[in-house]
């Protein structure tokens, strides 16, 4: 038996992907589970698993194809017969209805283990790391594959169907990149400039996404914007203090970044004004009990915002590290979509390129994002008097379906507190 293997979609916004390489050749048998090729989408190169026991009988769209649509037929699988074997060190075929059931527990003991009440549960690697990644229950779950087998579209499938029931905020009419209105866009400009020579340069999926968010963002979010300037001179004492230990060998993971100091601070921020964690979902608004914060990460021709989880809860050291693992990830393109999804709020820092400040626009459905600008000389009031002081510009915009400018206000002054007085980002 053959069967057309169609491109899945591995996330609930994934609707395109490039093919970067076929794991399995032609004929080369698989079980339900393996990794049978990798793709590529708009934030991340991700694994794709086989549905089914089988082998590849054909290859339709090969290795380096862009932008295949999901449900595009991609390969042709044969059926159970070119199956291979349970285990690859385990000589034991694999079990059918006719052998004892003791070879079957065997083989499930193998895959993955009893639940706390006994039962066993058939489940593959990939399908185990997602759940583990999601906290997910493996026993919550009804698996697609043979004997009932858990794979990870099914653990992807239940995690959506699970969140499901939430309407997304900032929902509008938007035109997609690839739109024919789109390309009549393209043309209308390009008669604008007549023969004036230009180099066209074709738009990729990650530039596609962040266009399309982005023109979403402003044509459904009615946004409004806080301006502020921080004394940040503790702060700049205070990085250096710590920065002279990490160097005298202090036991850190890493030097501490003004990025580092921010982040811990719109954290506590958004834990010590709770009406401001919370996102607008169409009807009713999300408050949350834990604060995520997601992180612009430049990268080549776009860039990512990787989402530090449970971030108020997490020291200024933890914050430094994991940020640091998730920016080499997203700088690879490693990240999951778990790893970018989701997130209250967002910090983009461009002090670092000498940008005194900006104002950023939202990124759907998070409610509010710090703009942060440059650290730099600045003259101050301090007790009546004009001083000149390391000072920073930060610019909050804020989703204002979900808080108005007192909320607001009351954010941007925890922000500043923490900041203004660092050592409280140390407890």
Do not use: C
């Not at 079980?31 to 590529?40: K, P």
């Not at 205070?238 to 993971?253: D, I, M, Q, T, V």
């Amino acid at each position: 038996m053959s069967e057309q293997f169609r491109l899945p979609a591995l996330s609930g916004t994934m609707e395109k992907a490039n093919i970067v390489r076929w794991l399995k050749a032609v004929g080369e048998p698989f079980r339900a589970g393996d990794v049978i090729l990798e793709v590529e989408t708009d934030k991340a190169t991700m694994e794709v698993e086989a549905p089914r026991d089988g082998a590849l009988a054909q290859i339709i769209v090969a290795a380096g194809a862009i932008d295949v649509p999901v449900d595009s037929p991609i390969a042709i699988l044969t059926g159970g017969d070119h199956a291979a074997p349970a285990v690859a060190d385990d000589p034991t075929p694999l079990p059918t209805t006719e052998q004892p059931a003791t070879a079957i527990k065997r083989e499930v003991a193998q895959e993955s283990g009893r639940t706390a009440a006994g039962e066993w549960i058939i489940a593959s690697p990939l399908a185990r790391r997602r759940a583990h990644e999601l906290g997910v229950e493996l026993s919550a779950i009804s698996g697609t594959g043979p004997r009932g087998r858990i794979l990870e579209a099914d653990v992807v499938r239940h995690d959506e169907r699970q969140t499901s029931a939430v309407p997304k905020a900032g929902q509008g009419s938007v035109v997609p990149i690839s739109s024919p209105r789109a390309s009549e866009e393209g043309a209308t400009v390009k008669k604008v400039f007549g023969t004036t020579p230009y180099r066209s340069v074709r738009v990729d999926g990650m530039r596609a996404a962040i266009a399309r968010r982005l023109t979403q963002s402003k044509q459904t979010v009615p946004h409004f914007y806080l301006e502020s300037e921080i004394d940040v001179s503790e702060l700049v004492l205070l990085r250096e203090r710590l920065s002279a230990e990490y160097a005298a060998g202090a036991p850190w993971n890493r030097k501490p970044t003004i990025n580092d100091f921010v982040i811990r601070a719109a954290a506590l921020a958004l834990a010590r004004v709770p009406q401001a964690n919370a996102v607008w979902a169409g009807d009713e608004l999300l408050h949350f009990d834990t604060v995520d914060i997601a992180v612009a990460v430049s990268v080549q021709n776009g860039l990512y915002t990787p989402v530090l989880r449970n971030a108020d809860a997490l020291s200024l050291s933890a914050i430094s590290q994991r940020l640091a693992a998730l920016t080499e990830a997203a700088r690879e393109r490693r990240l999951r979509p778990e790893e970018y999804t989701g997130g209250v709020s967002s910090v983009s820092n461009l002090g670092m390129y000498q940008v005194p400040r900006f104002s950023a626009i939202l990124s759907p459905p998070q409610s509010s994002i710090f703009a942060i600008g440059t650290v730099a000389e600045r003259i101050l009031s301090k007790g009546g008097a004009a001083v000149s002081a390391p000072a920073m510009s930060v610019t909050l915009s804020v989703d204002h379906r979900v808080m108005d400018g007192a909320i607001a206000a009351a954010l941007l002054a925890a922000f500043r507190n923490f900041l203004e007085r660092p050592l409280q980002l140390l407890v």
